[in-house]
């Protein structure tokens, strides 16, 4: 929402977790830094798991961080879900460390003769969609449902320039074990009866169908395009800004929009990039210099000093064959958490962060083009 003669200011915290239960280092940025918790705009993790359906750490993790969002806005925990967008994302392989990251928006207000004037900082925008049903997942009513709920968002943001956005971030619904079951016992029709994450798997469904719905939002996508058929199917649609990630414990798709607005009053900036091929970081560096670092190689030690958040998404390659020779990836039986690790690794690698989002896992996505990545970086200005 546009306030007349405001801003928006944008301020990020990174909280380590030291297990899914464990929200005392958010409890402890509240008090600390005085957020007021109405001005929560969304929360996005990272916790230990296997990142599958029955990812037992990443529900109880979304559950802690919903509980004690809902005790401080005095609501609860089943109203949040159209307040914050919730999105924690299971498996922390490697260097990728357990913990959240809370995005929040204020507004301040400014002189009449100061609007329009601003950083050119971040600004935030969210929504959720309709519940999406177990037959609608991974089909084109996900994905219209999602286009819908990313325009919301990006009116919210107050976003005019698409070339703005850096990062549209969906958390959705997945199959679970008992919606198959129920599905198969009433007869019902679904896109796939795996709920996981390999090639026939819901959530790898449900992931494509909302960056689709991402792209057809932005304009990357054109919907005449798009059909059940081509969902997992054409790798030309794509969107090279959507993070999207499901699982059995969402209902709706959650929506972030992170873009860059003229009068934002916020001391970060976002920008992005897209990877070139499985452990690549080009993509990684590409993100941190549309976000306003200027380098050749690799950002300084002082520029790393700037860097407040990387959120990123590493789906295994196409097939086994890279630029730099054959990978085994494809054939080792967790290559979901071994896309993960790479990403992580490599991220670490570019920036020193160790606590970053890093999701994936899937084989093949409509996030990026084949092969590539998807990438934001937010840089304190």
């Not at 919606?179 to 007869?187: D, F």
């Not at 295994?316 to 990978?327: H, I």
Request: hydrophobic share 40%; glycine share 10%.
């Amino acid at each position: 929402m546009r306030h007349a003669h405001m801003r928006p200011v944008v301020d990020l915290i990174v909280c380590p977790m030291n297990n899914p239960s464990d929200v005392s280092f958010i409890e402890k940025a509240f008090q600390e830094q005085d957020i007021d918790p109405l001005n929560v705009v969304a929360v996005i993790g990272k916790s230990e798991g296997s990142g599958l359906p029955n990812d037992y750490g990443r529900l109880l993790a979304d559950l802690k961080v919903r509980e004690l969002l809902a005790q401080l806005r005095d609501t609860t925990p089943q109203a949040i879900s159209d307040e914050v967008t919730i999105a924690i994302s299971g498996g922390s392989p490697g260097t990728v460390a357990p913990h959240a990251t809370l995005l929040v928006q204020r507004w301040e207000e400014i002189d009449v003769s100061q609007e329009g004037e601003g950083t050119g900082g971040i600004v935030l925008g969210r929504s959720s969609t309709r519940d999406i049903l177990p037959e609608h997942i991974g089909r084109v009513e996900q994905v219209d449902a999602t286009s819908e709920a990313v325009k919301l968002a990006l009116d919210e943001a107050g976003v005019s320039d698409i070339s703005d956005v850096h990062m549209v971030l969906v958390k959705g619904p997945a199959l679970t074990y008992d919606a198959v079951t129920k599905a198969e016992s009433n007869g019902m029709d679904l896109v796939t009866k795996d709920p996981g994450i390999g090639p026939m798997g819901s959530m790898c469904f449900s992931n494509d169908a909302m960056a689709i719905g991402v792209g057809v939002a932005l304009g990357e996508i054109d919907r005449a395009m798009v059909s059940n058929a081509s969902i997992r199917r054409d790798w030309n649609l794509y969107s090279n800004v959507a993070l999207t990630s499901s699982g059995g414990e969402k209902r709706k798709g959650e929506v972030l929009v992170v873009a860059n607005r003229r009068d934002s009053g916020s001391q970060f900036r976002a920008g992005h990039g897209v990877t070139s091929d499985f452990g690549e970081s080009d993509g990684i560096k590409q993100a941190l210099k549309s976000a306003g670092l200027d380098f050749d190689c690799c950002p300084s030690e002082e520029q790393k000093g700037q860097i407040a958040q990387v959120f990123a998404k590493f789906t295994l390659p196409p097939s086994s064959a890279t630029k730099a020779g054959r990978v085994t990836v494809l054939e080792d039986h967790e290559a979901h958490h071994v896309a993960k690790a790479v990403g992580g690794a490599i991220v670490t690698s570019v920036t020193g962060l160790k606590m970053a989002f890093i999701s994936g896992g899937e084989a093949n996505s409509h996030m990026g083009p084949p092969g590539g990545n998807p990438v934001c970086a937010i840089v304190k200005i």
